[in-house]
């Protein structure tokens, strides 16, 4: 009986010894920025190996049509031939002719990403600077599969100088494995000459790449970022992971939220006048780190994860006084304005199912969907007294859902509003999000102490000067206004 126990042992170390080893190699190969070399041997099961896509202006295969010169061999070295290729909407496929258990796959990328115009921008895909370059992991690696069971190592062989900034470690010596499916492909790497600074925000470090002419303007980029960063961290009651890459480069400003790191490009000047636009920007991006990294929908549901997140940002940055009130005002008056056009462009679907095409319905997604939560945020004081709010609904499933890695569902939201509410307010979801009933504004904002003045795209936020007392104490509560 020993006997076999220990030799039960002996086999389960063994086979851990080989699961840890199996893993897919990549190799990074960075000569110049203009061209990337990719050798990898990958642990295949079928015939496929594939890579997301976004299609951009004229290059409808998207980040795929840039990967050059694919050569594979089996684990003999004998060729294994590509027998098509197919864009499959939101990933590309190439169908090998036989099947290689261990398959050795080599190709180049045509660094030139950023001469393309691409639906939700290139910061979102690669670019080009003077010090390296941006890549987000999905548009790198040709992968086997999308599941989340394999791990991955990679190494860089670089340029002198150079370096790599991920969010997977500070390893000097550029190698990463038992990265997860999400890691490898569902984050930001920088290469290049660049500097790389840890910031510490709370209990959450901050790995930071500021372009060059950034460099000036970090102490007024950490100076917003730090007490807003604090405030979402408490209304979720705690950080979703110990560190995170940011990446911040000059450019036409927009940005991107990955699985631990994420993407922003800012106009200057960056100064307290800009910070409506670069800093609101770069709050909304790190909300997302909890809402949309964190807390994962089921099936789609950008209006929350765009539009709550829109909204609360806004409130954040009242609260912390970091955008003043008429900041604030505007703000919400151009997401009323947006929903305002969204239905003069014959946008009809409703908000839920807006998120299916997100990119041909941003101005309803953004629009009605940030104007829904923050209704939505004064209807749930109205009904508990003003004893708590969106905040609360956001901190409970966050830390009952996202903590324990559950997606959440549309039910779950309505669920969690009318625990916090303490009444069931599933008619205003039925009216505004699965309905396309029109918005009545006042109805709802007076029960908050504001009102809309409202003439086609024009739109004006204020107090209302006969509110009741309760409703400037929601108000006060909501947007932090006395």
Known sequence: MKISFKLFLLMMFIMGIIKAKAQHQYQVVVENPNTIRVNATLLVQGKELHLP???????????????????????????????????NGNYFTW??????TKLNLQYEIDMKHDQYKWPFGVEEISYRTEEGFMIVGRYLFIVPNFGEEDRYAVDFELPKAWSVSSPWSTDSTFHFSELSGSELRDNVLFV?????????????????????????????????????????????????????????????????????????????????????????GMIHETFHLWNGRGLVPETQMEWFKEGVTE?????????????????????????????????????????????????????????????????????IRHANQNSKGLDEVMRLMYQEMAIKEERYTLEDVKRYVNIVAGKNLDTLFESYVTGTKPLNVNMHLKKGGMLLSTMFDEAYLDSDPQSSSFGKSIQNAVLGWN
């Open 53 to 87: 896509i976004m299609s951009a202006d004229n290059l409808p295969d998207g980040p795929a049509a840039l990967i050059k010169n694919i050569q594979l061999t089996d684990s003999n070295g004998n060729q294994v031939k590509v027998e098509s290729s197919k864009n």
């Open 95 to 100: 169908q090998m002719e036989k099947t290689a």
């Open 192 to 280: 290049g000459t660049h500097r790389e600074e840890a910031v510490t925000v709370g209990p959450t470090t901050l790995r930071l790449v500021l372009g060059p002419s950034l460099q000036e303007d970090k102490a007024t980029i950490l100076s917003y970022l730090r007490p807003n960063m604090e405030a979402i961290g408490t209304l979720f009651g705690s950080a979703p992971k110990s560190s995170y890459l940011v990446v911040m480069q000059e450019g036409p400003i927009a940005g991107g939220a990955f699985n631990q790191s994420y993407s922003m490009l800012v106009e200057k000047p960056i100064n307290k006048a800009s910070s409506a636009l670069w800093g609101h």
């Open 311 to 379: 909204y609360l940002s806004i409130q954040i940055q009242s609260k912390t006084k970091s955008l003043p009130r008429k900041n604030v005002e505007k703000k919400l008056e151009n997401a009323y304005r947006r929903y305002f056009l969204a239905t003069m462009m014959g946008q009809s679907s409703s908000l839920q199912e807006a998120g299916n095409n997100k990119h041909q319905n941003r101005m309803k997604i953004y629009g009605l969907g940030t104007f829904f939560a923050f209704i939505l945020d004064i209807e």
